[in-house]
């Protein structure tokens, strides 16, 4: 469920700890944590993402205006780029009646200022935490009679077992959810995508093979697709880059007829365009790298027009319509189809086209670079993702030189300047091409080439855990995704000589194997 409280802030609720149990004659309660998982985003007065530390109080009532809190909390939060999860509950337990109540809405003040005016009713997924796990099934009072049947989340549930029951199937929810086909965008390759003001935006890259300035923005809470203004676009282009505020997409560089130094700052929500500032720009350039951290767009790498390769880059500040240039003292050796990733308030580089495995740490306050550790750095490779996990970078999959497609993978921590391999149990078979994003937990690995499959990886346990294909999007190469707060968007089918186009959404939180219980 998603809530937006006058712009200013965004809550994705969902359920962290769910396990079901139906019967017909009672529940009980069980030792399962209770606890409701909060997405969203922080953003400052000027719309832009807020990056520190938060003071949140959450609370909730039984009404929708006034009255005194049933339960409440405090927590700091670390938020970067905007971007924040936690989960309620893990503070002060509820109440172990609180979802008995027949309606409850969810209250938020901000760093002690006054709770936000508008309160959000908590329906459906959070209410089953009143059924907690299958052990309630011999708590209700008596012996649960003959043909009932009950849902755990557990393969070999041991207190069912014990009740008389036996598993009869197991059952596994829709994942994905196709998009709408209704006014999508023409299929196309080359370009790029962000995730801006609650919309997916698609825009520019190559048309039939023609240089395109087009797009289209998508809706997931209407699964409606609506055209991108093209009034004060920039100029049609391939190889540039686009980054998200949180609110508005900044495009910028790439390649049309030639190098380009242009860009443009668009509102998903107002349909328009403002142009990005050429003062002090960084010289035209495609296939390099931009992130959106401390407050601004961190541009480097790349192809320049005329040119091999360059290390040079330059940080643009919305808020002033200003470039500054990037320092090169530290910096890492001039390349192009490199990966980079914000940390919140720094830019972290690594890799390039040419099978290079070192990089460097970028921060815009001081203008400094350091150099990434290459001790147990993950060997050379291309066509790899690289995500950022609130604290460590993740670099995964691509094609290794002398090996081939790989599925190895590195966690980096810029604290400790460390690498550290990833398990492969469970992983994804190797790939390239495909998509990784951060959900807040986990990241998320799909697709590449005409390959439909895909993983979750958790690197607090260091594990992965199966994705269902069942229902996904057309498999298809020239993917593209985002991470809505929800869930993940994919658009695909995106090259021109390819016939239709297809998307989906694919829901992590119920994607999980339910194991349904009969006794004779």
């Given at each position: 469920m998603r809530v937006v409280w006058g712009g200013k802030v965004v809550f994705y609720i969902g359920v962290v700890t769910m396990a079901?149990?139906?019967?017909?004659?009672?529940?009980?309660?069980?030792?399962?944590?209770?606890?409701?998982?909060?997405?969203?985003?922080?953003?400052?007065g000027a719309g832009l993402p807020v990056t520190g530390p938060a003071t949140i109080t959450f609370a909730l009532y039984t009404a929708a205006a006034g009255g005194t809190p049933v339960w409440q909390e405090t927590q700091t939060l670390a938020v970067n780029a905007g971007i924040y999860s936690t989960a309620i509950g893990?503070?002060?337990?509820?109440?172990?009646?609180?979802?008995?109540?027949?309606?409850?809405?969810?209250?938020?003040?901000?760093?002690?200022?006054a709770e936000l005016p508008q309160r959000v009713r908590i329906v459906a997924v959070?209410?089953?935490?009143?059924?907690?796990?299958?052990?309630?099934v011999v708590g209700g009072g008596g012996v649960p009679p003959a043909g009932a049947m009950a849902f755990s989340e557990r393969a070999n549930d041991p207190v069912l077992t014990a009740a008389g029951f036996s598993r009869l199937y197991t059952a596994r929810p829709d994942a994905w959810t196709r998009m709408s086909t209704a006014g999508v965008p023409q299929a196309r390759k080359d370009f790029t995508v962000?995730?801006?003001?609650?919309?997916?935006?698609?825009?520019?890259?190559?048309?039939?093979?023609?240089?395109?300035?087009?797009?289209?923005?998508?809706?997931?809470?209407?699964?409606?697709?609506?055209?991108?203004?093209?009034?004060?676009?920039?100029?049609?282009?391939?190889?540039?880059?686009?980054?998200?505020?949180?609110?508005?997409?900044?495009?910028?560089?790439?390649?049309?007829?030639?190098?380009?130094?242009?860009?443009?700052?668009?509102?998903p929500a107002t349909d328009r365009w403002m142009p990005v500032s050429m003062v002090n720009a960084p010289e035209p350039r495609s296939r390099h790298t931009a992130v959106w951290a401390g407050g601004r767009m961190l541009v480097w790498g790349g192809v320049p027009a005329g040119g091999w390769a360059t290390n040079t880059g330059g940080c643009y500040d919305p808020t002033t319509a200003t470039w500054t240039t990037m320092s090169t003292e530290g910096a890492p050796s001039a390349r192009f189809d490199h990966k980079a990733v914000s940390t919140g308030?720094?830019?972290?580089?690594?890799?390039?086209?040419?099978?290079?495995?070192?990089?460097?740490l970028y921060d815009p306050a001081a203008d400094?670079?350091?150099?990434?550790?290459?001790?147990?750095?993950?060997?050379?490779?291309?066509?790899?993702?690289?995500?950022?996990?609130?604290?460590?970078?993740?670099?995964?999959g691509g094609q290794v030189d002398a090996v081939g497609l790989t599925n190895s993978g590195y966690l980096y921590d810029p604290i400790g300047d460390a690498w550290t391999p990833m398990s492969a149990a469970n992983a994804p078979a190797p790939r390239t091409g495909h998509v990784a994003i951060w959900t807040g937990t986990r990241m998320i690995v799909w697709g590449g080439g005409y390959n439909g499959t895909g993983g979750l990886y958790d690197p607090v346990a260091d594990m992965w855990t199966r994705m269902s294909s069942?229902?996904?999007?057309?498999?298809?190469?020239?993917?593209?995704?985002?991470?809505?707060?929800?869930?993940?968007?994919?658009?695909?089918?995106?090259?021109?000589?390819?016939?239709?186009?297809?998307?989906?959404l694919y829901d992590p939180s119920v994607d999980r194997p339910l194991f349904i219980y009969g006794r004779r």
């Amino acid at each position: 469920m998603r809530v937006v409280w006058g712009g200013k802030v965004v809550f994705y609720i969902g359920v962290v700890t769910m396990a079901l149990a139906m019967t017909r004659w009672g529940l009980a309660r069980a030792d399962v944590p209770g606890l409701v998982d909060l997405q969203g985003t922080l953003t400052d007065g000027a719309g832009l993402p807020v990056t520190g530390p938060a003071t949140i109080t959450f609370a909730l009532y039984t009404a929708a205006a006034g009255g005194t809190p049933v339960w409440q909390e405090t927590q700091t939060l670390a938020v970067n780029a905007g971007i924040y999860s936690t989960a309620i509950g893990s503070v002060t337990p509820f109440p172990e009646n609180l979802w008995e109540s027949a309606s409850l809405w969810l209250g938020i003040r901000q760093d002690g200022a006054a709770e936000l005016p508008q309160r959000v009713r908590i329906v459906a997924v959070p209410y089953a935490l009143r059924a907690r796990t299958a052990e309630s099934v011999v708590g209700g009072g008596g012996v649960p009679p003959a043909g009932a049947m009950a849902f755990s989340e557990r393969a070999n549930d041991p207190v069912l077992t014990a009740a008389g029951f036996s598993r009869l199937y197991t059952a596994r929810p829709d994942a994905w959810t196709r998009m709408s086909t209704a006014g999508v965008p023409q299929a196309r390759k080359d370009f790029t995508v962000a995730w801006a003001g609650g919309r997916m935006v698609v825009w520019g890259g190559l048309v039939s093979d023609v240089f395109s300035n087009t797009g289209e923005r998508y809706d997931p809470t209407t699964d409606t697709w609506a055209p991108v203004s093209a009034v004060g676009a920039p100029a049609p282009r391939t190889g540039h880059t686009a980054v998200s505020t949180g609110t508005h997409m900044i495009v910028w560089g790439g390649r049309g007829p030639s190098g380009m130094d242009t860009g443009g700052m668009y509102d998903p929500a107002t349909d328009r365009w403002m142009p990005v500032s050429m003062v002090n720009a960084p010289e035209p350039r495609s296939r390099h790298t931009a992130v959106w951290a401390g407050g601004r767009m961190l541009v480097w790498g790349g192809v320049p027009a005329g040119g091999w390769a360059t290390n040079t880059g330059g940080c643009y500040d919305p808020t002033t319509a200003t470039w500054t240039t990037m320092s090169t003292e530290g910096a890492p050796s001039a390349r192009f189809d490199h990966k980079a990733v914000s940390t919140g308030d720094r830019m972290i580089v690594w890799g390039s086209s040419d099978s290079s495995n070192d990089g460097g740490l970028y921060d815009p306050a001081a203008d400094k670079w350091a150099p990434t550790s290459a001790a147990n750095a993950p060997g050379p490779r291309t066509g790899y993702t690289v995500v950022w996990a609130g604290n460590r970078m993740i670099a995964w999959g691509g094609q290794v030189d002398a090996v081939g497609l790989t599925n190895s993978g590195y966690l980096y921590d810029p604290i400790g300047d460390a690498w550290t391999p990833m398990s492969a149990a469970n992983a994804p078979a190797p790939r390239t091409g495909h998509v990784a994003i951060w959900t807040g937990t986990r990241m998320i690995v799909w697709g590449g080439g005409y390959n439909g499959t895909g993983g979750l990886y958790d690197p607090v346990a260091d594990m992965w855990t199966r994705m269902s294909s069942a229902g996904c999007s057309d498999v298809r190469p020239g993917l593209a995704a985002v991470w809505t707060g929800s869930c993940m968007a994919v658009w695909s089918g995106l090259y021109p000589d390819y016939d239709g186009v297809a998307g989906g959404l694919y829901d992590p939180s119920v994607d999980r194997p339910l194991f349904i219980y009969g006794r004779r």
